[in-house]
């Protein structure tokens, strides 16, 4: 779910990512116009380069597509995963307060509580602009 929109993820394109022949993670994303919507990201190795590397991976396809912005949406208690995408350098762009009891509405076996015991509510909009490989950046 991200901004009252189901997905249907194993029908969209995607990478996944290998270390010694494993499949340790898994990134899902919908191209719209000049936008990438990254839809899921999955790693089981923390701290390996998974999640760098399938974000690289769709980063490459969405300028390739010819998207300008990468986004995604996250809860507000997803706190490793908000680290994270700051650090790879996505911005914060929006709180959607409350919208998560929309979403949960459509798939109701979203918990109410989340992460480290946080109740989950809002959903965080975070953005990476693509510049073309032509523009300077």
Known sequence: MSRGV????TVLPGFVAY??????????????GREC??????????????GTALVDAVVEAARAAGAGRLWLVTTNDNLRALRFYQRYGFDL??????????????????????????PIRHELELELSLPSSTEPT
Do not use: F, M, N, Q
């Not at 929006?94 to 946080?118: M, T």
């Open 93 to 118: 762009v929006g709180v959607h307060r409350d919208a998560v009891a929309a979403s949960r509405a459509l798939k109701p076996s979203i918990p109410e509580i989340g992460l480290d015991g946080i």
């Open 19 to 32: 270390l010694d022949e494993e499949p340790v993670g898994v990134a899902t994303y919908r191209v719209t």
């Open 6 to 9: 189901a997905h249907e993820t």
């Open 37 to 50: 919507e990254l839809i899921t990201l999955d790693s089981v190795r923390e701290g390996a380069g998974v």
